[in-house]
């Protein structure tokens, strides 16, 4: 059973550093940032929870910038995690603010609210891979 799980485990870290995760996280992403306001259910959460929509935005940026750090770590291993984080944390600012832009053309609004909590989203786990690889590197 463990050498069963291990091999799947194996299996998957190898496919995390593929370009496929980044690509479908991307797609996800400016699907449900793009979804018009008619296609949000009116009994939704997101009408009675209070910011929840900024928790979506923390969680789905910070596991995109947990999936392209997979990935760029495994294309770029000589870039030092500094230069690759920041490429990530570049890159995910330009999508975030992109994705507020043409939410305007869905009828929904531009929120400065939501790119800021992408932004602390994928500081937050950058900053944690950062913290991880040094623990790691101690022991």
Known sequence: MRLLMKRW???WNQWLTTIWPTEIVTAIIAILLLLPPSQIPEDSLLKWI???DKAIHFFLFGGYAFILERYISSRLPSFSFQLRAS???CWIGIYGIVMECLQGLTGRD???MD???DMSGALLCLSWIH???RENNQH
């Open 110 to 112: 531009f929120s400065w």
């Open 87 to 89: 490429l990530i944390f």
């Open 50 to 52: 209070p910011q929840l």
């Open 9 to 11: 485990l194996d299996k």
């Open 115 to 117: 790119w800021v909590a």
């Open 131 to 133: 913290y991880q690889r």
